[in-house]
């Protein structure tokens, strides 16, 4: 028998014992290959010089803090078999409860204040347990030994069902509040449920009528919803799921996946309007399961908010915001402490790909090669912002922050990283951020204490880092950055980007000419702008006349005034972005002429890609490095004119972009040795042309790297910045 203590103190787990050296030697082994299933191990370190102490029994001792270490936090977990199990087990006694958990699943960083992790430190601290509740706990050979939200019907947290009014929803007799729930649904109403990192509002997916009102509702037009499904099998009904997609859909942290749909299913149109995928996740907390279960259908999940705003995460807050959205509220009282959003990922190439790193992944944090000499805050962009702290080899990077265009996201993003800071132990004592001065993230980080060495990192050259970091790879390469905007060294704004780059610096070797954005940010709402300047550039002023599907979608009666202001430089920024271009080949075939959510007009392009036996529309480069789309468009226009349909033209366009990038690889390989291709920024989203190009590049022999575990849109960025910090700190330049 071995007798001891065990505590947790910010350094780590500690664990005194004693008794017969081999069961000693049994313990050490037996926790280095079978670890509780949700403990990452980095290092197990033994001391067998220590004074007895002649302990009697084995016991936990209460948590210790010192600033010396952190501990990693767990993510939240999605709900495991065994506990699933009980929750369907009529003889178990948490038998339907909703907030059944154990040490393997539960939430986890969503409830934690601060540290240690310990029950008094979390948004559990308000339920005192039960005395069968607290005898588990205590109980080191039971599966809730230590579980810090473990919890059961007689002392733990509970729903209800509440109308918009505030009244009580009246539950049927021999009815839960849940099945309740769930009939409101079927009678096509909305619902505003409480999740694990916020609100979702919810509504019958096969419901054309209810899919509607909730868009009008909530004022988004055509954005995705998510979806929930029971299970496996029924996302199979809608979607093809490959083995990779059904390893992503059921791991612990149980993203939304972006899944190809099938043809001829019920799903409402309005879930997803003019797309060809859909976001499906799995349940992956009790409430869930018991919400969908015997549910032949799936629901609509999105997020909990109005429009742009961060989603609710306390009830009284979402009564308010949310009552001219929902018809009713599924509420419950265990407090969220931290708001995070769904994650959403897709298979790319057979792996998994994260587009937005949040519930399930965050805070967990990544495991780098670099050794992060000194603790930096990056404060990264402003679009899908995420911030990032590092210590020796890891990198906090944080949940999903949002569109920092508020004042409410900024409050999340400054409450999120002195929240990190004291849950890592943290203090930066170098602060990155982007060099664009307008961006909310940066102002915050100019605003910070003056004594900190402060470092503006390009925004491209942060996304040729963050995948090289995704990689775990420092050394040169040819980035190809094509993205949305971002601010330039020269003050324009780039996002068409070729950069031979490794962490500490980068060199711009080619980009997209730059082209005029008439009215700034109004020529990314409306892409049809950006369509009017590519045929002004192409053709001249005669293309007015030319019998465009653009004339069809777009009242060109204010071109005139646009051209005058283009003339005249009055509010128009220029731009090399590859996100600009794609705006406006989508306007050009007619699919948009404004847009009501980000990169809208390029993610239907890709949608409507079709089939084609010609070749890939040609760019020009003139000028060494500059790169020239007016043949591209020329070749556009005079498809068009003879009739080609937008899915082909679609499809040559997609083609010519992969073959622009394939030719400047092949003549960088020869000028500069580079065999190494990075793929970021946003538009690498577009699985298409990923696939295209990832293929192209491979043929010729190039090495393509890609992202994974980071997002290729902004999200990612932060983590670039450190990266790039962390070498000009390594350099000895700053
Ligand atoms: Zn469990
Ligand atoms: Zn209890
Ligand atoms: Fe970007």
């Known amino acids: 028998m071995l007798t001891g203590q065990v505590l947790n103190d910010s350094s780590g787990v500690l664990i005194d014992v004693e008794g017969n050296p081999a069961d ?21 370190e033994c001391n067998n010089n220590l004074r007895l102490a002649n302990f009697r029994e084995f016991r936990i001792v209460s948590s210790q803090t010192s600033t010396e270490k952190f501990v990693p936090i767990s993510a939240d977990i999605a709900t495991c078999d065994e506990c699933l199990g009980e929750l369907f087990d009529p003889k178990n006694r948490r038998y339907r409860y909703p907030f059944i958990n154990c040490t393997n699943c539960g939430p986890r960083f969503t409830i934690i204040e601060d540290i240690p992790y310990d029950r008094a430190l979390t948004t559990m601290r308000e339920f005192a347990m039960c005395r069968e509740c607290e005898t588990e706990y205590l109980d080191p050979a039971n599966r809730r030994f230590h579980a810090e939200p473990t919890a059961c019907a007689a002392c733990g947290p509970a729903v209800s069902l509440l109308k918009t009014s505030g009244d009580n929803c009246p539950t049927a007799a021999g009815q839960d509040v849940i099945s309740s729930a769930r009939a409101l649904l079927l009678a096509g109403q909305i619902l505003a449920i409480k999740g694990i990192g916020g609100f979702h509002l919810a509504c019958d997916a096969l419901n054309p009528e209810t899919v509607a009102r909730l868009r009008q509702r909530k004022y988004r037009e055509d954005k995705p919803f998510a979806l929930m499904a029971g299970t496996l099998e029924q996302i199979q009904k809608y979607c093809y799921v490959s083995d990779a ?74 009564r308010q915001r949310l009552s001219k959205i929902a018809d009713a509220f599924l509420l419950h009282d265990r407090r969220i402490h931290i708001r995070s959003d769904d994650s959403l990922a897709r298979v790319a190439q057979g792996r998994k790909l994260l587009l937005r790193r949040s519930r399930g992944y965050a805070p967990a944090p990544l495991k780098t090669e ?9 404060c990264g962009a402003e679009l899908k912002n995420t911030f990032c702290l590092t ?40 602060v990155a951020y982007d060099l664009h001065p307008e961006y909310l993230s940066t102002k915050y980080a100019l605003g910070l204490n003056d004594e900190l060495p402060k470092l503006a990192v390009q925004h491209h050259h942060a996304h040729v880092a963050s995948c090289l970091a995704d990689n775990g790879l420092e050394g040169e390469v040819l980035g190809v950055v094509f993205d949305g905007l971002g601010f330039g060294l020269d003050g324009r704004f780039w996002g068409g980007e070729f950069l031979v780059a490794n962490a500490l610096e980068a060199e711009r070797v080619a980009h997209l000419d730059y082209v005029p954005m008439p009215g700034g940010s109004r020529a990314i709402r409306e892409p049809w702008r950006m369509a009017a300047v590519y045929l002004q550039r192409a053709l001249g002023d ?35 972005s590859m996100g600009r271009l794609f705006d406006a080949i989508s306007s050009l075939v007619g699919l948009r002429s404004s847009i009501n959510y980000e990169g809208q007009a390029a993610i239907e392009l890709e949608a409507i890609a079709g089939k084609t036996n010609g070749k890939g529309y040609g760019f020009e480069i003139t000028e ?20 080609v349909k937008a899915p082909e033209v679609s499809a040559k366009f997609h083609l010519g972009v992969s073959r622009l990038i394939l030719n400047v690889a092949q003549e960088l390989r020869g000028e500069r040795k580079l065999n190494r291709v990075a793929l970021s920024g946003g538009v690498f989203q577009n699985m298409f042309l990923l696939q295209l190009v990832s293929m192209g590049l491979n043929e010729l022999g190039f090495e393509v790297i890609t992202h994974r575990r980071i997002p290729p849109n902004d999200g990612g960025i932060s983590l670039g910045q450190a990266v790039v910090a962390n070498a000009q700190i390594a350099a000895g330049r700053f």
């Open 24 to 44: 000693i030697d049994r313990l050490v082994r037996e926790i280095k290959l079978n670890p509780p299933p949700l403990s990452t191990i980095d290092s197990v």
């Open 245 to 318: 997609e059904v390893e992503l859909l059921t791991s612990k942290p149980r993203p939304i996946v972006l899944l190809q749909q099938r043809s001829e299913i019920p799903i409402a149109r309005a879930v997803a309007p003019a797309a060809k995928s859909l976001g499906f996740m799995l349940p992956y907390s009790p409430l869930h399961h018991l919400l969908m279960e015997d549910l032949d259908r799936p629901l609509v999940l999105t997020s909990g908010n109005f429009s742009d705003e961060p989603i609710c995460i306390e009830n009284d807050d979402a």
């Open 370 to 378: 670099i050794n992060f000499e000194r603790q930096i805050l990056a």
């Open 391 to 430: 210590r020796d080899n890891y990198a906090f990077l944080s949940h999903h922050i949002g569109d920092l265009e508020n004042l409410e996201t900024l409050k999340s993003f400054i409450e999120g990283i002195e929240h990190f800071k004291r849950l890592f132990n943290l203090e930066p004592e170098v």
């Open 542 to 576: 005669g293309f007015t006349n030319l019998n465009l599907p653009l004339n069809g979608i777009a009242d060109l009666r204010s071109w005139p005034t646009l051209q005058r202001m283009i003339a005249g430089g009055v509010n128009c920024p220029e731009t090399s």
């Open 624 to 643: 060494p490095g500059v790169i020239q789309a007016e043949p591209v468009i020329r070749n556009v226009v005079e498809d068009l004119l003879n009739g």
